[in-house]
C-alpha cells in the first residue's frame, strides 16, 4: 500500500505562507493526493486534494511534484486559526482502509 | 446542511457494559467509516463500508461490531467495551469510495471505560 510521511511538527509566524510537505515516493499512478487537518477539539476537515496538477481554493493550495512522489500544502498567509495536526493521505480504488498517520502539527506563533 | 452527526459526544461507561455510538449522514453517502484517535498513534479505521449491508475490516476492528441497515446510519458498537477501548471516536463519510471524493468527518465520540 502506497504511504505517506509527514515531519511530525512545524512551527511558522502569523501572516506568512507555511509549506507542508508530504513524501509519497510508492505512489501509483490513480493516486489521488487528499489534505485534511484537525483543528483542536474538532473532527478532521477536508482542506484539498489532486491528481497530477496543482490546485487551489480558498484553503490552501497544492503543489504536486512532476514525478509525484511527494507534494506540499501551501497556505498563503497563516493565521492563528491556522494552528492545526495536518493530513495527507492517498485515496485510490481498493484502498477504502483510509489510514491517516500521524499528520504534521503545526504551531503558528503570534 | 450536509453533516455527519454522532451521539453521543461523551460516554463514560464500565468494563463489560454493551454500547452503541450513533453515525448518520444526510448527504445520501454511500461510503461510512469509523476511525479511534489515541495521542501519539493518529487516526486508525476501526471499520468501514461501501453501501448497504456491506462493511469490512479496517486495521483495528477487534472489540468492535457495525451494521449498515441503511443508508445514511453506520453505529458502532461495543458488545463489552474494555479500557482500552477509551478513546476518541470519530465517523466519516464519502460520496463513494470514489478516489476524488473528499470525506466528511462527525464532531467526535470521547468514550471512557472504567
Known amino acids: 500500500d502506497a504511504k505517506t510521511t509527514q515531519p511530525n511538527s512545524m512551527e511558522s509566524n502569523e501572516e506568512e505562507p507555511v509549506h507542508l510537505p508530504c513524501n509519497h515516493s510508492t505512489i501509483s499512478g490513480t493516486d489521488y493526493i487528499h489534505w485534511y487537518r484537525q483543528l483542536p477539539s474538532q473532527g478532521p476537515e477536508y482542506v484539498i486534494h489532486?491528481?497530477?496538477s496543482n490546485v487551489n481554493n480558498r484553503m490552501a493550495s497544492l503543489a504536486i511534484a512532476e514525478d509525484r512522489k511527494s507534494s506540499t500544502l501551501i497556505l498563503h498567509r497563516a493565521t492563528l486559526r491556522d494552528a492545526a495536526v495536518y493530513y495527507c493521505?492517498?485515496?485510490?480504488?481498493?484502498?477504502?482502509?483510509?489510514?491517516f498517520g500521524t499528520g504534521t502539527r503545526l504551531t503558528i506563533i503570534p | 446542511e450536509a453533516q455527519v452527526t454522532q451521539n453521543p459526544r461523551y460516554l463514560i461507561t464500565v468494563t463489560g457494559k454493551k454500547l452503541t455510538v450513533t453515525c448518520s449522514q444526510n448527504?445520501?453517502?454511500?461510503?461510512m467509516s469509523w476511525y479511534r484517535q489515541d495521542p501519539g498513534l493518529g487516526l486508525r479505521q476501526i471499520y468501514y463500508s461501501m453501501n448497504v449491508e456491506v462493511t469490512d475490516k479496517g486495521d483495528v476492528p477487534e472489540g468492535y461490531k457495525v451494521s449498515r441497515k441503511e443508508k445514511r446510519n453506520f453505529p458502532l458498537i461495543l458488545e463489552s467495551p474494555s479500557p482500552n477501548q477509551t478513546s476518541l471516536y470519530f465517523c466519516?463519510?464519502?460520496?463513494?469510495?470514489?478516489?476524488?471524493?473528499?470525506?466528511?468527518f462527525g464532531s467526535g465520540t470521547q468514550l471512557s471505560v472504567l
Open positions: 448527504m445520501n453517502h454511500e461510503y
Open positions: 489532486g491528481l497530477t
Open positions: 493521505i492517498l485515496r485510490y480504488f481498493g484502498n477504502e482502509k483510509l489510514t
Open positions: 466519516a463519510s464519502s460520496l463513494f469510495r470514489a478516489t476524488n471524493e473528499k470525506l466528511f
